[in-house]
Each structure stands twice: as C-alpha cells, then as structure tokens.
C-alpha cells in the first residue's frame, strides 16, 4: 500500500511540505465562535475538494478537559493562548499539538495539514488536510494505520501509548456541552432526511461499523418493551480512548442500503452515555455501612499515624531537651544577665538560704547521691527506686544533685495523671508530662458516641474508641520512640563502634540513655491502678530495650508489690530516705540562720547565731520534731521571723494539720495538749 501510495505522489509535482511554523501558525485561529467558512456557527465542519478530515487521539491530556467546567469563561481562549506559545517556543516542540499532528502523518503522502481544530474533553484534535485527488481517502486511511503501527509519536504526557488517527467517516459536531466523555456510547438510528423512516441496525451491523475502533465489550440493544424514540443501541468499549475515536469518527455518518441502513439509509447520532446513577458511589457507601466505616477509621487511623505521630515525637524530643524552655533561651540569659543590682541582690538572698541549708544535708547524703550515678553508668535491666516520706528530699536529690548537669532527663509526675478526673483530662494530663502534643483528648468521648450510634444502626461497634489503656499505650510509645531517637543522636558513621546495630550500641553505651524520673508513684494507688500499671509496663519495656534509664520516686513501701508485676524476674536497686540525723538537722537550721550574713560588698556580717542564747532548746526542739526536710525548713523560717525555739511546746512554731499536731503530741507523749493542739489548727 506504501509503495502504491508512494508510486502516485511521484507523478505529481507538489512535494510533500515541510513543518515550517511561519507558514502553519494560523491553524489555532478557528474556534466554535469563529466565523470561517470553515467552521461555521453550528459547529460541523465542512470539506472541500480534495479535503479530507482525521481525527488523531492522544494528541492532547484528557486533564485540559476540566477547563470546560462552568466556571471557566471561556477556556478555548485560554487554549488557545497556551497552543500559541508551545509553537512559538522551541523548546517546547515537543508538546505542541501541532508538531504531534504532523508526525503522525507520513511524509511520502504529499499530505498537507490545512487546519488543526483541538478537542479539549476528548483530549484529541481534527485535521483537515489537503491530498492528491487521485488517492481516494479509504487508501490514505488504510496507510496512515500501516505507518502508525510501525512509527507511532508517543506525547510526554501519554509514555505508552501512542498516537492513533482514523478518517472521519460522518460529520462531526463541535459541541461545547457539558458532555465528558465515557466507555459506553449511545448511538441513535435517524432517519437522513425527514419523513422517512429509519431502520434498526443489527448487533452484526454495528459490530462491522466500530470493531475497527477498538474491543468492543459488549452491544446492547435497545430493549424489546421500549417504545422511546429513536431506537438507540449501547456500545460499550474497554478503553476511553476507543470510545472517544468511535464517536468522533462515525458521528452523523449515514449508513446506506447496501450496509444495512434500510431502504432511504440510516443516520447515525452517537453521544456519551454517563452511568444510568449520578450518585452511584454516595449511594453505595450511605448502603454499606458495615464495610465502609471499618474502612474509613482505618484510613484515618493510618492518615494520624503519618501525619501526627512525627510531629508529637518532635514535642516530645523537644520537651525533653527543653528546646523551647524560656530559661533555655539566648536572649532570656542575657536579658537575665542585664538585670539591675538590686534584683540580682534579691535573687541572692532569696536562694541562698536555701542552698545553704541543703549543702549540709547532700553532704550527708552524699553516699546515695554518688550510688545513682554509678547505677546510671552501668547496664542493668532493672529499675532505681528512691522511696521515701514526703519531705524528705527525694526529688531534690535524684534532679539537682545525682543528674545534676545531665542532658535529656524527663520528670513524670504521677500526682496529676491519677487525680484527673475522667478518660479525657487522664489522657491530657499524661500528654501534658511528656510534651505529647497535639492531642485530641476529646475524640475519645466523640468516638465513643460515634460507636454508641453504629451500634444502634449496624448492631455492631466500629471500634472507633479507644480505651484509657490504648490511649496511654500510645503515648508511652511516642515517648520510647522519642528517647530512642535522643539515644541515638549523638552517635556517628565513623564510631569505632559503628558496625553495632542500634540495640548493641545502646546497650555498651549506658550513659548515652536519657534517664526517665517518675514522681509520686503509688500516689493515691488505692483509688486506682491502671494509670501506675501502664506506667510500670512501659519502664519495664523501656529498660529491657536499653532505651532509658528509669528512676522511681515513692512514698510507698509496697512498691515492690506493683513494679514486680512489670519485671517479675528482677531485683530493683532501692535507696531508702528517712529523716535527718539531730547533728545534719541542726546544721541545716543554722545554716539558714547564717546564710545572709555576707553583705552585697563583700564584707561578711556578724553570725546572726553567735549571739542567739535562744537556740540551746534547739536540739530538743528537732528530738521531737524530727528530721523531716519541710519542717526544718518551716522551723528555721519561723525562727528567723524572731520566733524562739522551745523543746517544751514546739507546736506552738506550725500551724499544720491536726494530724500531724496528734502525730508531734504523741511522739512528746503528752496527750494532754492533744486537744489544744488540735484546736490551734
């Protein structure tokens, strides 16, 4: 057929004509508004002598069909603004329509493109070319589909399919309705002229007519009770593409007797045919709830995973390092360091009496204090406890004196987890320990009601809630996640111990593990242990997994009862604070007595105990109050107020509670001012 084809083009004098883009820049002057002859306002396109029309698909991305939605004025403008500048700027040759339009067409035909009229939806273009009169159209077709097969143009948008063209048979309709196009078209048998009757083309018929477009999936006739009019059949293809081809193509072709269009011919008007329900999927979803909300809480749960959890490890990671602390800041430190004198003074005297007297019980306690830092040097799986009475110093000497200058140390406070009221505030307030943030502790009760109404409406519950246990699993493992992270920050590709895994390394490194105080274990365990359960699990994880150090701070002495249920196989490391000694007591009174007497100038003031004739009951005073760090403390503060030690009647110095006056007035033995005792507070 090439050769033939070939064979007539040589007898003719017209070469075939090179893309030039001067000569062929006015093929994107028609419109459906224009008003060439052409392209007339009806919107078919007409031909002239020696003029055929080809469709070529996949000339254009079916995505530039969205710009035919209402809210674009007027998109072919737009278009067409965009078509002019790919021709004109080389560097984009390959993307212009025009340049595909002319591969697609061989050179040996002498073919000529005279106009290239662009379909937006339908992501393909008609080009009226100009051929030899002696090549009748059927030839020209049957050759472009031998050259397309063997040397097809293939758009960047469109890597693995090529382009295909096919002669357009009927008449076209440049339509600019809001039809997109589908796998199935409608195609209607109408009579070619009026007053005649049309016929009803066959399953055979329509099969010879559109096979050549592409695989056809099934043909449904009209059915046989309908009495819509005109008779219509259904086509349906496998491809988009096919379909888009088949109706450009075949639309307004009329089919004469000789093919089986009935005695006067049959007109075929082919169009879209959208899916017999708009809202087909809505309708499915709203009819499957069973399916669809599993599935829906899946992908949000997913979506939380993705989204969230990065951004609390970050907080967390933050909150531990105090990245975002104000004390943190460059700028706060040197406003603090500008201060006026008279602040600084303040300050001073303010602090000191305070490190002055804890100076003389760390010294004391200095045994303990270095018993820690060894532990937290060692790989050990087991937890530290520092179990104590309230008063006696245990945080204060595990944060200010044991870690004191240690990086990536979080303090968890139990008290305010336990004595939060309900799911929600629980779950907020052990966020707000660890810096767990954003949290949406209200979703629980929202989630909640959302199963309590699928449970009505489906009989089953979604899963959407969440537990108070799963709630604070998931916080305690954000948290795990983000020590890990702190671990492992500091380690590099050129270690000599790089070739260790993250586990190994850990585990030879314990001072690389960030170290995890829980205060106030066990607070108010009788109420309810879930929250010191989840606590205790995720310790015990934490410390077989070498991620972290875990120290806990109790007033209770059972407390080996409940972390024994989270390390069953483990002997815990244990220091037990009591009260002070009468000889550390005292020292620690006296030293807040003594603590301001340097002066600002640096000349050092008279011993304020020197003189003090007051202070030989001192030590009967301290036999009977004991060693307890606050009421020390409470004491020296009275004292300095020119209140007068008394071993006799000390209450008379407090005003605590009645529990601890009975506690004091029996520890004297004197149940006689029990009751006065009790009175005073």
């Given at each position: 057929?090439?050769?033939?084809?070939?064979?007539?083009?040589?007898?003719?004098?017209?070469?075939?004509?090179?893309?030039?883009?001067?000569?062929?820049?006015?093929?994107?002057?028609?419109?459906?508004?224009?008003?060439?002859?052409?392209?007339?306002?009806?919107?078919?396109?007409?031909?002239?002598?020696?003029?055929?029309?080809?469709?070529?698909?996949?000339?254009?991305?079916?995505?530039?069909?969205?710009?035919?939605?209402?809210?674009?004025?007027?998109?072919?403008?737009?278009?067409?603004?965009?078509?002019?500048?790919?021709?004109?700027?080389?560097?984009?040759?390959?993307?212009?329509?025009?340049?595909?339009?002319?591969?697609?067409?061989?050179?040996?035909?002498?073919?000529?493109?005279?106009?290239?009229?662009?379909?937006?939806?339908?992501?393909?273009?008609?080009?009226?070319?100009?051929?030899?009169?002696?090549?009748?159209?059927?030839?020209?077709?049957?050759?472009?589909?031998?050259?397309?097969?063997?040397?097809?143009?293939?758009?960047?948008?469109?890597?693995?399919?090529?382009?295909?063209?096919h002669l357009v048979?009927?008449?076209?309709?440049?339509?600019?309705?809001?039809?997109?196009?589908?796998?199935?078209?409608?195609?209607?048998?109408?009579?070619?002229?009026?007053?005649?009757?049309?016929?009803?083309?066959?399953?055979?018929?329509?099969?010879?007519?559109?096979?050549?477009?592409?695989?056809?999936?099934?043909?449904?006739?009209?059915?046989?009770?309908?009495?819509?009019?005109?008779?219509?059949?259904?086509?349906?293809?496998?491809?988009?593409?096919?379909?888009?081809?088949?109706?450009?193509?075949?639309?307004?072709?009329?089919?004469?007797?000789?093919?089986?269009?009935?005695?006067?011919?049959?007109?075929?008007k082919m169009v879209y045919e959208q899916r017999a329900k708009a809202h087909i999927w809505r309708d499915w979803i709203f009819s499957h709830p069973r399916i669809v909300i599993p599935i829906v809480g899946a992908l949000l749960a997913s979506l939380a995973v993705a989204v969230f959890d990065p951004i609390r490890t970050f907080f967390i990671k933050s909150h531990v390092t105090h990245a975002f602390h104000l004390t943190e800041n460059v700028v706060y430190k040197w406003f603090r360091s500008q201060v006026t004198h008279a602040n600084e003074i303040l300050n001073f005297k303010r602090h000191k009496s305070e490190d002055a007297g804890m100076s003389a019980v760390w010294d004391d306690r200095r045994g303990s204090i270095e018993q820690i830092q060894t532990w937290l040097m060692e790989t050990a799986e087991t937890f530290i406890v520092v179990q104590g009475p309230r008063g006696s110093g245990k945080r204060e000497l595990v944060l200010d004196e044991a870690l004191k200058g240690r990086r990536n140390t979080l303090l968890i406070d139990c008290k305010p987890i336990q004595e939060a009221r309900g799911d929600s505030s629980t779950i907020f307030a052990a966020a707000r320990e660890v810096g767990y943030r954003p949290v949406f502790s209200w979703m629980n009760t929202f989630s909640s009601l959302i199963d309590l109404a699928a449970q009505g409406t489906i009989g089953t519950k979604?899963?959407?809630?969440?537990?108070?246990?799963?709630?604070?699993?998931?916080?305690?493992?954000?948290?795990?996640?983000?020590?890990?992270?702190?671990?492992?920050?500091?380690?590099?590709?050129?270690?000599?111990?790089?070739?260790?895994?993250?586990?190994?390394?850990?585990?030879?490194?314990?001072?690389?593990?960030?170290?995890?105080?829980?205060?106030?274990?066990?607070?108010?365990?009788?109420?309810?242990s879930i929250v010191y359960d989840k606590i205790s699990e995720w310790a015990a994880s934490m410390t077989t997994?070498?991620?972290?150090?875990?120290?806990?701070?109790?007033?209770?002495?059972?407390?080996?009862?409940?972390?024994?249920?989270?390390?069953?196989?483990?002997?815990?490391?244990?220091?037990s604070l009591g009260d002070c000694s009468p000889e550390v007591a005292r020292r620690f009174v006296i030293n807040h007595l003594n603590a301001d007497s340097d002066d600002t100038t640096g000349e050092k003031k008279k011993l304020p105990t020197r003189d003090r004739q007051d202070l030989d009951e001192l030590d009967g005073s301290i036999d009977i109050l004991g060693g307890r760090l606050t009421d020390l403390e409470f004491l020296a503060r009275r004292i300095k107020t020119g209140e007068t030690p008394n071993s006799k009647n000390p209450i008379l110095l407090f005003e605590p509670s009645c529990s601890n006056l009975s506690w004091i007035c029996n520890r004297m033995g004197r149940s006689d001012i029990k009751d006065d005792a009790c009175s005073l507070s």
């Open positions: 057929m090439l050769r033939t084809l070939a064979a007539r083009a040589a007898n003719r004098t017209l070469l075939p004509r090179p893309y030039r883009p001067s000569t062929v820049l006015g093929v994107y002057g028609g419109r459906l508004k224009s008003t060439s002859p052409d392209i007339p306002k009806s919107g078919h396109i007409e031909e002239g002598p020696n003029e055929s029309l080809l469709f070529i698909d996949s000339i254009l991305s079916t995505l530039l069909g969205v710009t035919s939605l209402p809210f674009f004025a007027d998109p072919e403008k737009i278009l067409l603004k965009l078509l002019r500048q790919l021709h004109d700027d080389p560097r984009l040759t390959a993307a212009d329509p025009l340049n595909l339009a002319q591969k697609a067409l061989p050179d040996h035909l002498a073919l000529q493109i005279k106009r290239v009229i662009p379909r937006l939806k339908e992501g393909g273009a008609y080009a009226k070319i100009t051929h030899d009169p002696k090549i009748p159209p059927s030839d020209i077709e049957e050759a472009l589909q031998e050259y397309l097969e063997k040397k097809s143009p293939r758009p960047w948008f469109s890597p693995f399919r090529g382009l295909s063209s048979r009927g008449r076209p309709w440049l339509e600019d309705l809001q039809r997109f196009p589908s796998r199935k078209l409608k195609v209607e048998f109408l009579p070619p002229s009026p007053g005649v009757e049309a016929a009803e083309l066959t399953e055979e018929t329509l099969y010879t007519l559109f096979r050549t477009y592409g695989k056809l999936g099934d043909i449904t006739p009209q059915p046989t009770g309908s009495k819509d009019l005109p008779k219509y059949a259904t086509l349906n293809y496998g491809n988009i593409r096919d379909a888009i081809m088949a109706k450009n193509c075949m639309h307004g072709f009329t089919l004469p007797e000789s093919g089986g269009g009935g005695k006067n011919g049959t007109m075929l979604t899963g959407f809630s969440e537990t108070l246990d799963t709630q604070l699993a998931k916080i305690w493992q954000n948290t795990s996640n983000a020590l890990k992270e702190l671990a492992l920050e500091t380690r590099k590709k050129d270690d000599k111990d790089s070739e260790l895994g993250d586990d190994e390394y850990l585990e030879a490194h314990p001072e690389k593990r960030p170290v995890v105080v829980i205060d106030n274990f066990l607070h108010k365990s009788q109420e309810s997994a070498n991620i972290a150090h875990v120290i806990f701070l109790t007033n209770d002495v059972s407390f080996s009862k409940s972390l024994s249920k989270a390390l069953p196989d483990r002997v815990f490391r244990q220091i």
